[in-house]
């Protein structure tokens, strides 16, 4: 079991930076493989970046792609979101997730945390 918890949102006008950090309960960090995702009002959740526990791999949504950057530091169980470039459309709740090893499913979630980005 791993709790989450997000810190790092808040207000941005466009083309500034963020940098969102996700910090981890538990022994087993380095055991999950760790995704950020959003929520936009009126839209679905989306997958934006995830950190793979294994091989270290990490893979992006095409909207964010080359802007964000998704990083872990195992010894301090946190995994970060560089956001750069940021465009109104990047406003959301953000949330950091978690999956076991080779397990399928996000099960473990953060409770968010609002970026705002103003135009």
């Known amino acids: 079991q791993v709790q989450l918890v997000e810190s790092g949102g808040g207000l941005v006008q466009a083309g500034g930076s963020l940098r969102l950090s996700c910090a981890a309960s538990?022994?087993?960090?380095?055991?999950?493989?760790m995704g950020w995702f959003r929520q936009a009002p009126g839209k679905e959740r989306e997958l934006v970046a995830d950190?793979?526990?294994?091989?270290?791999?990490?893979s992006y949504a095409d909207s964010v792609k080359g802007r964000f950057t998704i990083s872990r530091d195992n010894a301090k169980n946190t995994v970060y979101l560089q956001m750069s470039s940021l465009k109104p459309e990047d406003t959301a709740v953000y949330y950091c997730?978690?999956?076991?090893?080779?397990?399928?499913?996000?099960?473990?979630w953060g409770q968010g945390t609002q970026v705002t980005v103003s135009s």
């Open positions: 997730a978690a999956k076991w090893r080779w397990t399928s499913d996000y099960v473990y």
């Open positions: 950190n793979n526990w294994t091989s270290g791999r990490t």
């Open positions: 538990g022994r087993t960090f380095s055991s999950y493989t």
